[in-house]
């Protein structure tokens, strides 16, 4: 898995801006009651007096006069009335907004909740969508609002703040606009009522308005001031080359897990990663021996790394056999400069049995600077990072979690088994006894766990002390020795208990990796071999929906740009109205929303973007069978890997569409420059000849032409129509063989009679080559359509005739080889390179010849389309007398050589 890489926050702010964002400022205080709303509403006015569009989307006055008298005279937009649980809420009007667009609108409160069934879950998200339409937004915050801060904050006001911002939106911010006022001020204001009423002023001021809070969330807003600008210095003078000794690039990795501890690792991270302007990188390592233990755990990661990726983390996922060996192979690999790990306290036995990984990074790390957290043996505040997808926080496993099923069984299996073995007491012994007593101790391990075997070798410590060592019948152990077979049997249960457990646990993960990675690789192969947009959407859907349990939609862009549905996997899809405005949403804004997100999360069903580097190519909706669960963890990850094969697929087809139409385009280029060029001699050749000979006839009033002149001129018209014939009927026949629509017109024919008609249409233009064919006698017929073999030994000869010098010899030659009449036309004249035989049947190739040889280069193109229609084969080769022979075939069946035996057949003679 992998996150959104940390990028230079003006580098950012510049692409914002070059693709159309508008600007945001912040007004930024340490707490509430310094003056933000105050100063934004001041500067507003100004921006109104300079002739802006400036408008107020929403500010919150919290009835204080001054606030209230500021906002005189500045245009508002209406607020939208939103129910919730039966009451009503004022919550701004995004739509609305977006309708007027104004050039600035302020927007109070940046970290504020908005009421379920708004469009967004937090308002930052509605300020992003306000800055991707080019609207530039003023708003104000507390920096106990930052997400990174987060921890810092509860630790010095110890109270937990639960609305955060995430860093990437100051990050975007185009100016940060510090406001304060000294803390004496601050708490007279409060005692005033400026802040807060005189109930609520007084129960702040003894808890989280006290001095030592405000001067040290002061001191916090001061210097996350002061290192945004100390970012725009160092931005501004490398861009205006001025000379400074610059830092070198810094790397910070965060090793994290699936414990609430994790999330103070990684705000500590995102702090030096700032303060560093480094690349910040979070890193899980999965071993064998540490892998998650339930749905709980599975839940606490999913929601450490969702943390991480919203800090603007590089999110790794690494597997290995050690966790120390696997960070610091990462941390060489990506040239790590700082490491950040975590030390929860355990007790000395815990670190002598299983190691130290902090130890292990610091022992190996040379040259990697390693800092080291050290928690507390709940793991850190559950409160700040353990919160899960569903505000679920993590419960440990506890032996009240545990059916009494397994526990039942291993106490029945002990009861059993002593009653069967007591008849056979003395047969036994006491030691064959005791090793007997380990097979329920090792089935309990291999069946229920650890648990079940610790209980299961208790009681056979029990039962067979009572019932079988002396003395019998009594709890007293009269020799000490039977002490260590007790102990025997307590590790027994604990080391096989503890295996069975970490195997079943590896088991389980192992199946379910490789179901995902199955179902993956199944996907992956079943659209990488298809060529069809329809095919492709079925298996996505089909796939999607077997895998995830649900209904699945594809919903992709039509001719005008409005989003369709394509395909559902179920008759009875869940795309209403309002789902269809959802999907719609996420395709124009490039962004997963619905079920499960913070974005339109009211929605039935869940929908992802199919985007690549080319932009969004639709939307993938599913909606589970089971109403009340969201997708989330895992699920999120498998369904946006399966919307990334589905975008590459779909841009796959659609590249591979458009690269036909370029490819008919330019064969229709060639086409049509071809037909200039024949326009231009092979028909202008012929015309120019028949109208020449045609107007002296005319001309010849009074018979000054003798009789052999006249014919010669009329031989000439002649030649030139059929000159031009062919070549109209090779075009005719090329566009059939491109449109499908060439038809064969089968019939018996006699190869011999076929070639006999071939010679007599090309007459004279054979004169100047002598003839020689070569036909056996009793050749079988072939079932073939005759007019278009005709016209391919037409063009085959024709061809023959044009590459060769005047005066060679031309052979024509057929037999019978392998159950298919092979026919040949060979000429003497140069040969054709090896390296294009194989192109001489592309359509418009032509060689080139010191010949004139005029033509469009379709002739052995049309010959080969012919033929293969009839189901034979074509091809060139350079014969022994420095031509070329041409040679094509068609199948023979076996009634042809019935046919042709009661035939008598005369040879053709020149």
Not at 551 to 567: E, R, S, T, Y
Request: aromatic share 6%.
């Amino acid at each position: 898995m992998v996150g959104e890489k940390r990028v230079d926050p003006d580098e950012l702010l510049a692409s914002l801006q070059k693709e159309g964002y508008g600007k945001l400022t912040v007004f930024l205080g340490a707490m509430a009651g310094v003056g933000k709303t105050y100063a934004m509403l001041e500067t507003a006015k100004e921006r109104l007096a300079e002739g802006l569009d400036v408008v107020v989307g929403i500010v919150e006055t919290h009835k204080r006069k001054d606030t209230e008298a500021m906002l005189q005279g500045l245009p508002f937009v209406p607020m939208r009335i939103q129910e919730y649980r039966g009451k009503f809420f004022q919550e701004m009007d995004l739509d609305a907004i977006l309708t007027r667009n104004p050039q600035i609108v302020l927007v109070d409160e940046l970290a504020h909740t908005n009421i379920p069934g708004s469009r967004h879950a937090k308002r930052y998200q509605d300020i992003e969508e306000l800055l991707a339409a080019g609207i530039n937004v003023y708003t104000t915050l507390n920096i106990q609002h930052v997400e990174s801060y987060n921890d810092i904050v509860a630790q010095i006001t110890e109270i937990q703040v639960r609305e955060t911002v995430p860093d990437r939106i100051l990050e975007m911010a185009s100016q940060i606009q510090l406001v304060d006022i000294p803390p004496e001020e601050l708490i007279q204001r409060l005692k005033d009522g400026k802040v807060y009423v005189q109930g609520q002023a007084q129960e702040a001021l003894k808890k989280f308005f006290r001095p030592g809070n405000i001067n040290a969330l002061r001191e916090i807003s001061m210097r996350f001031a002061a290192q945004r600008v100390d970012q725009q210095l160092e931005s501004y003078m490398r861009v205006h080359g001025i000379i400074g000794p610059w830092p070198t690039g810094e790397k910070v990795l965060v090793c994290i897990g699936a414990s609430p501890f994790s999330a103070k690792l990684i705000r500590a991270a995102k702090r030096m990663a700032t303060r560093l302007n480094a690349e910040f990188i979070t890193a899980h390592v999965e071993t064998m021996s540490h892998l998650p233990k339930g749905e709980a755990e599975k839940e606490a990661m999913a929601g450490n790394l969702q943390l991480a990726e919203k800090l603007g983390a590089e999110i790794i996922s690494l597997y290995g056999k050690d966790v120390a060996e696997e960070i610091l192979k990462l941390a060489r690999k990506r040239n790590i400069s700082q490491i950040i790990i975590g030390k929860p306290e355990r007790n000395p036995l815990h670190e002598w049995l299983h190691g130290s990984i902090v130890d292990k990074v610091i022992r190996n790390s040379h040259g990697i600077s390693v800092h080291v957290i050290s928690g507390n043996k709940e793991g850190g505040n559950s409160e700040a990072g353990g919160k899960l997808i569903k505000d679920r926080p993590v419960k440990p496993s506890s032996w009240g979690d545990i059916s009494l099923k397994p526990y039942l069984w291993s106490i029945f299996m002990m009861v059993v088994l002593t009653l069967l073995i007591m008849p056979f007491t003395y047969f036994l012994g006491t030691i064959n006894i005791s090793m007997l007593y380990l097979l329920p101790v090792l089935v309990s391990a291999a069946r229920w766990g650890r648990k079940p075997a610790i209980i299961s070798a208790v009681m056979g410590i029990i039962t067979f002390d009572y019932f079988f060592v002396p003395p019998i019948f009594s709890f007293t152990v009269g020799d000490i020795h039977y002490g260590i077979s007790f102990v025997i049997f307590i590790l027994t249960g604990i080391v096989t208990g503890t295996l069975s457990a970490r195997l079943k646990n590896q088991v389980s993960y192992s199946r379910q990796r490789e179901i995902r990675v199955a179902t993956l690789y199944s996907l992956s192969k079943d659209i990488a071999a298809v060529d069809k947009l329809e095919n492709v959407l079925e298996s996505i859907t089909r796939k999607v929906a077997d895998t995830l349990e649900g209904q699945v939609v594809m919903l992709l862009p039509d001719n005008g740009g409005k989003l369709i549905l394509m395909k559902s996997s179920s008759p009875d899809y869940f795309l209403t109205d309002s789902e269809q405005a959802v999907a719609t949403w996420v395709f124009e804004h490039g962004k997963k929303a619905g079920r499960g997100t913070e974005t339109l999360g009211a929605a039935a069903g869940l929908y992802l973007p199919l985007s690549i580097e080319q932009g969004t190519q639709g939307v993938l909706g599913i909606r589970l069978h089971k109403n009340d669960e969201d997708i989330k963890g895992e699920g999120i990850w498998l369904l946006e890997a399966y919307a990334g094969l589905a975008a590459m697929a779909i841009n796959r087809v659609k590249l591979a569409e458009e690269a036909r139409k370029s490819h008919a385009l330019a064969e229709s280029e060639r086409l049509r420059t071809a037909l200039f060029n024949s326009l231009s001699h092979d028909l202008r050749t012929p015309l120019a000849s028949i109208i020449g000979a045609a107007t002296g006839l005319l001309e010849d009033q009074n018979s000054v032409y003798t009789p052999e002149t006249r014919k010669d001129l009329l031989q000439t018209i002649l030649q030139g129509a059929e000159r031009m014939n062919r070549f109209v009927n090779n075009l005719l026949d090329m566009a059939r063989l491109e449109s499908g629509m060439l038809k064969l017109n089968e019939d018996w024919c006699d190869i011999q009679d076929v070639i006999g008609v071939a010679v007599s249409r090309l007459g004279a233009f054979l004169a100047d080559h002598p003839l020689e064919i070569k036909i056996p006698e009793n050749l079988p017929l072939v079932q073939a359509d005759y007019i278009l073999i005709e016209q391919v030994l037409i063009n085959l000869l024709d061809n023959a005739q044009k590459y060769s010098e005047p005066g060679s010899q031309i052979t024509v030659w057929a037999q019978e080889k392998d159950h298919r009449l092979e026919i040949s036309v060979a000429n003497r004249g140069a040969g054709i390179p090896e390296a294009d035989l194989s192109k001489v049947f592309d359509k418009f190739y032509r060689l080139s010849s010191p010949l004139q040889v005029s033509g469009t280069g379709l002739g052995l193109a049309i010959c080969k389309g012919i033929i293969e229609v009839h189901g034979g084969r074509i091809w060139a080769e350079n014969n022994n007398l420095e031509g070329v022979t041409i040679t094509f075939t068609l199948p023979l069946k076996n009634k042809g050589a019935e046919i042709a035996s009661t035939l008598e057949v005369q040879p053709f003679k020149m």
